[in-house]
């Protein structure tokens, strides 16, 4: 664990409990795309398979928290707010990232005997797409609402501190994980593209 590793954590964390607030604050899910909260779920779910076995509280609890908010997430767009969302808008094919990420998953896996690291490799390859589908939301409309761009920012630096912090593990552990920063590296760069883009400030209040 480093400070860039425990902030990006952190950042994570403030990104999720920050678009279920305002989805809850505005009773609406408006702009928001339950597909790409729905890979999510997929990636927590394939990721924290050694949930309860996990060597620290801390690993244990933000586990649970990722996983416990991106279902209550889905439950508003779903359930309560289904009203507000926009399924005609929300038209990304996941199949398109789902199918690629299973093969990469199994291909790239560093333990082929282990299901376990599969699923783990799989979730590596399908979090660095999984915020396509609200990506190209905010394409199709032209804008990019007000609690979406309060959870791509966080979300966005939650990735880029986790570049440091594979910097910081190379230079004092010698860890070198090449999945997990290349995966990370493609998921910043959709982050920078669409924050560089007018598109994505056009009638937002930051």
Not at 29 to 41: H, I, N, P
Not at 50 to 62: A, V
Request: charged share 15%; net charge positive; with cysteine.
């Amino acid at each position: 664990m480093n400070v860039f590793r425990i902030i990006a954590d952190y950042s994570h964390v403030l990104a999720i409990i920050g678009l279920l607030v305002n989805i809850v604050r505005t009773k609406s899910c408006e702009g928001v795309s339950g597909k790409t909260q729905a890979l999510y779920f997929v990636v927590f779910v394939t990721r924290y398979t050694d949930l309860f076995t996990s060597l620290t509280w801390y690993l244990t609890i933000f586990k649970a928290v990722f996983l416990v908010l991106t279902f209550s997430t889905l439950v508003l767009i779903y359930h309560t707010y289904k009203k507000t969302y926009d399924k005609n808008i929300d038209t990304f094919q996941v199949l398109i990232v789902v199918l690629p990420s299973i093969a990469c998953g199994v291909i790239f896996s560093a333990e082929r005997t282990s299901i376990q690291e599969d699923l783990w490799t799989f979730s590596i390859f399908l979090e660095s797409v999984a915020i396509l589908p609200q990506l190209y939301m905010i394409y199709q409309t032209g804008e990019a609402k007000t609690i979406t761009v309060h959870y791509l920012l966080p979300l966005g630096l939650y990735r880029a501190l986790y570049i440091a912090n594979w910097v910081w593990r190379y230079y004092y552990e010698r860890y070198f994980d090449p999945v997990a920063i290349v995966c990370g590296c493609i998921q910043t760069m959709f982050y920078i593209l669409f924050v560089t883009m007018p598109v994505f400030w056009s009638g937002t209040k930051v």
